[in-house]
Nanobody, 121 residues
Framework: QVQLVESGGDLVQPGGSLRLSCAASGSIFSINAMGWYRQAPGKQRELVATITSGGSTDYADSVKGRFTISRDNAKNTAYLQMNSLKPEDTAVYYC???????????????WGQGTQVTVSS
């Protein structure tokens, strides 16, 4: 059973920091791009940041300069370091990974269950 498990969500004051983790487990041949998305109440899910298997990154304009995505390929884990948090960053944060389960097989998107980040004083 392939799983993506996020952790690290919490309640934090404005200006604070959090670090989210996303660990992929199960029988996985390769992990391609990984990414973080978020969904606030009443809003559509939006892209926050992505990272390729080679380490190239991309960010939503709203988080550039404040958030940093990284990954540890040996641990099949991606991270999202979030600094200078704002109330508008409040959302459920989801991890997505493009996984290949066997050699020469198709690649599919897998999603985690989400972790709640609340920024409030």
């Amino acid at each position: 059973q392939v799983q993506l498990v996020e952790s690290g969500g919490d309640l934090v004051q404005p200006g604070g920091s959090l670090r989210l983790s996303c660990a992929a487990s199960g029988s996985i041949f390769s992990i391609n791009a990984m990414g973080w998305y978020r969904q606030a109440p009443g809003k559509q899910r939006e892209l926050v940041a992505t990272i390729t298997s080679g380490g190239s990154t991309d960010y939503a304009d709203s988080v550039k300069g404040r958030f940093t995505i990284s990954r540890d390929n040996a641990k099949n884990t991606a991270y999202l370091q979030m600094n200078s948090l704002k109330p508008e960053d409040t959302a459920v944060y989801y991890c997505k990974a493009v996984l290949q389960l066997r050699p020469n097989s198709n690649k599919y998107n897998y999603w985690g269950q989400g972790t709640q980040v609340t920024v409030s004083s």
